[in-house]
């Protein structure tokens, strides 16, 4: 199958790659050239502009920091708007605002265009192996005729019309970040208690506690990194889109309002482009603590 790839970064790139050793055909697109380079040199072409990844495509995917972004890459000159026409589908990754979402599928509808919002989660490890979630927001059939291309980059969640996967992105970042936030804070009062380090984790990963982000994410605080590969300027664009469906819901979301306030407080201490799990040295600076310990921590990016 042709497909088109437009965003080429920490999730696009890796995902890109999974689809060209697929055996697909892939124009591939992204602001900056250099990250395209293993995939020409695994067989991609290079596309100058998101129409000419567009024209001629079967499918085309994109995946780009945020609103304004995709927006640009839709509706900007030479944009997808501009090329796409019958027959082809465009599957955005983009986390993206719901009300854009269905406002840019409406577009490409009227172009005979068919679109769906699948955006992703899973870290850079699971973009790397294929297994990065996608949920699905558009039309049934469409998904299920293209779930085998999809797949081939995770598990595919069909969540219903057009929009609706984004707001299950936003609802499974609003998650993630309350976990962030909780996990510092847990771990940090056991470790100024007297429990030991290792043993609170071993307890912490099994019952009503356990987490994907104490699994996956605590690693990175022990080994004093604190995940660069997402940064707090991402997880607080994020949360602005996660603050603004809550209010477009008209939900109260408290602890979903505190996070957001705590995030932008790392954010403003340690500086926008520093790793998202500073939220949780946030914590150990407040209460006089380090949750750095000896262990084989290997980065999620690494493996």
């Known amino acids: 199958m042709k497909i088109g790839f437009i965003g080429l970064g920490t999730m696009g790139g890796p995902a890109a790659m999974n689809l060209i050793k697929a055996g697909h055909q892939l124009s591939v ?5 250099e990250n395209g380079d293993i995939h020409i040199t695994a067989g991609a072409t290079w596309a100058d502009t998101p129409a000419q990844a567009t024209d001629g495509a079967d499918v085309v995917f994109t995946m780009v920091f945020g609103p304004k972004q995709i927006e640009q890459v839709m509706r900007g ?18 986390t993206n605002q719901p009300a854009l979402a269905r406002e840019l599928a409406a577009e490409v509808r009227a172009k005979g265009g068919d679109p769906v919002d699948a955006p992703v989660t899973g870290a850079v490890d699971g973009a790397r192996s294929g297994n990065m979630a996608q ?8 998904v299920e005729r293209l779930r085998p291309i999809m797949e081939l980059m995770g ?23 309350i976990h962030a936030a909780a996990m510092g804070e847990a771990l940090v009062m056991t470790t100024k208690s ?21 699994h996956h994410d605590a690693p990175s605080v022990f080994a004093g990194h604190y995940d660069p590969s997402f940064t707090l300027d991402l997880c607080q664009k994020d949360l602005d889109l996660i603050v ?42 407040s209460a006089g603590v380090s949750l750095q310990m000896d262990g084989d921590w290997t980065p999620h990016w690494e493996k």
């Not at 697109?29 to 050239?33: H, P």
């Not at 944009?79 to 990754?93: E, H, K, N, R």
């Not at 949920?135 to 469409?142: C, L, S």
């Open 29 to 33: 697109c992204d602001l900056k050239r």
């Open 77 to 94: 000159g030479n944009g997808v708007l501009s090329a796409i026409g019958p027959g082809q589908v465009w599957i955005d990754m983009t």
């Open 135 to 142: 949920f699905a927001g558009g039309n049934a059939d469409t």
């Open 155 to 177: 598990d595919v969640y069909y969540m219903g019309d057009n929009g609706s996967g984004c707001v299950t992105k936003l609802a499974s970042n609003q998650l993630w970040a």
């Open 194 to 214: 007297g429990v030991d380090l290792a043993r609170a984790w071993d307890a912490l990963k099994i019952g009503a506690a356990e987490s994907w982000c104490m």
């Open 244 to 285: 603004g469906a809550c209010d477009d819901a008209g939900t109260a979301a408290p602890i979903t309002r505190a996070v957001h306030t705590q995030f932008e407080t790392a954010r403003q201490t340690y500086g926008g482009h520093m790793g998202e799990l500073h939220i949780v040295k946030l914590e150990e600076e």
